[in-house]
């Protein structure tokens, strides 16, 4: 079992920066993928970013070039900054742990609000 504690979500204006923090904990090592994926409100849940455990990131196309995320393994942190935001990134946003056995574990999520 993975838990998944997510930090820094909040209300920001247009072309402002938030930077999201999640913490795991429990079954570390068991960890293949980490990622963020967000969900507003009449949409579906979809990746923003992902990192594997060799360190190779993914980025959706709506986000490249705006946001970075990174991971500290020995703090088993990833942060997701997020710079020039615009209101359609306003959204609920998810941690996400893929781990070795193929299981999926979620946090309980934070909200990104972006005013225009």
């Known amino acids: 079992q993975v838990q998944l504690v997510e930090s820094g979500g909040g209300l920001v204006q247009a072309g402002g920066c938030l930077r999201l923090s999640c913490v795991a904990s429990g079954d570390i090592f068991s960890i293949n993928v980490m990622g963020w994926y967000r969900q507003a409100p009449g949409k579906q849940r979809d990746l923003v970013a992902a990192?594997?455990?060799?360190?190779?990131?993914t980025y959706a196309d709506s986000v490249k070039g705006r946001f970075t995320m990174s991971r500290d393994n020995a703090k088993n942190t990833v942060v997701l900054q997020m710079n020039s935001l615009k209101p359609e990134d306003t959204a609920v946003y998810y941690c996400?742990?893929?781990?070795?056995?193929?299981?999926?574990?979620w946090g309980q999520g934070t909200q990104v609000t972006v005013s225009s």
């Open positions: 996400h742990v893929l781990d070795s056995g193929y299981r999926n574990y």
């Open positions: 990192i594997r455990s060799g360190g190779s990131t």
